[in-house]
């Protein structure tokens, strides 16, 4: 083991130094995977030149390599080295929960006092930084006219979950299913309409206004409508109607698949950090969401974990190549 030791000796100490940031590759962020791979490249390009391009080089130039010069010199101080590690572990431990979190959000994150503009579009409008979308796409084995009608219906279904976040965790949600009643609650409701036996009474009903003098063609629009129960106010009813292009606007259709109604949520918070922290259960009852303001909060809610799983790796990489090389 000491000869294998004295081999991987001088390769393995460039490797601890090129590993120091792998543990930020297990993250979820593309951007410390990036930076971790590229230390490690960078630091292991700089060692191949010091061991073997710079020596080849001064002996292809033919240069004198300079005497050592007496002084102050640096010595392994393992104790104090391993004192001073522990203490930057527990600074860093310490400090992280205090540290203020920076949202990606456009908006300035301190400001004493927003423009009026700004405030009155937050206060009667919405915060953009904190929006985000429910995407409603239609069943398999939906039995709607279109997919896009199959899509509202299920915007209607979506709609009632999201509703349960307001006011305590949201402030505003907007969608097109709040429009549309589901496809089980019109199929509910035109059984009860179907056990009152509206068809006998507008009859009774039309009989009445001509014993009292009335033209009861006056009022034909209005029995034959509320004796109708089977044109039911569906989705694709919606979609053909006066309210068919804004709803259109909520579609969103990708490429080879189903077509999808946004809903937008407003969350609860300030400047991209929603107030509510959901937890997995939470989330599960509720339709995806989707922006900037669930990416912070998801991640407010796993730095502690994703922090310590980089620690812990980074430790145990250390401790590998620091055996491998005794």
């Known amino acids: 083991r000491g000869r294998l030791a004295g081999l991987l000796g001088p390769v393995l100490a460039p490797l601890l130094m090129a590993g120091a940031l792998l543990p930020l590759a297990l993250g979820p962020y593309p951007l410390w995977q990036r930076w971790a791979w590229v230390w490690a490249g960078a630091f292991l390009v700089q ?91 239609p069943a398999a084995d939906h039995e709607a006219p279109s ?68 033209r009861a063609e006056a009022f034909s629009e209005f029995i034959h409508g509320a004796a109708d129960i089977e044109d039911l106010p569906s989705a694709q009813a919606a979609l053909d109607g006066p309210l068919g292009p804004w709803i259109g606007g909520a579609l969103r259709q990708r490429e080879g698949g189903a077509p999808a109604i946004a809903s937008q949520v407003e969350l609860a918070g300030e400047d991209g950090l929603p107030t509510a922290s959901f937890d997995d259960e939470r989330l599960a009852a509720l339709p995806v969401l989707r922006g900037p303001a669930m990416a912070a909060m998801l991640d407010r809610r796993e730095l502690g974990d994703r922090l310590g799983i980089a620690l812990v790796v980074g430790l145990w990489l250390t401790a590998f190549l620091v055996w491998l090389a005794s």
């Open 147 to 214: 997919p896009e009608a199959a899509a509202l219906e299920a915007a209607a279904e979506d709609i009632a979950r999201l509703a349960a976040l307001v006011p305590a965790d949201a402030r505003r949600i907007d969608s097109p299913g709040s429009f549309v009643l589901p496809r089980a609650e019109l199929e509910a409701r035109k059984a009860a309409l179907a056990k009152l036996g509206l068809g006998e009474r507008m009859e009774a009903l039309q009989l009445l206004l001509v014993d009292q003098g009335l």
């Open 47 to 137: 060692a191949l030149i010091m061991r073997w391009v710079a020596p080849a080089s001064s002996r292809l130039l033919k240069l004198r390599a300079e005497e050592p010069r007496p002084g102050l010199g640096v010595r392994p101080m393992p104790v104090i080295g391993a004192v001073v590690i522990i203490a930057l572990i527990a600074a860093g431990i310490w400090a992280a929960p205090k540290l203020d979190y920076r949202s990606p959000a456009r908006l300035p994150v301190v400001e004493e006092a927003l423009p009026p503009a700004e405030a009155a579009l937050r206060q009667h409008f919405f915060d953009a930084s904190m929006l985000v979308e429910a995407h409603s796409e």
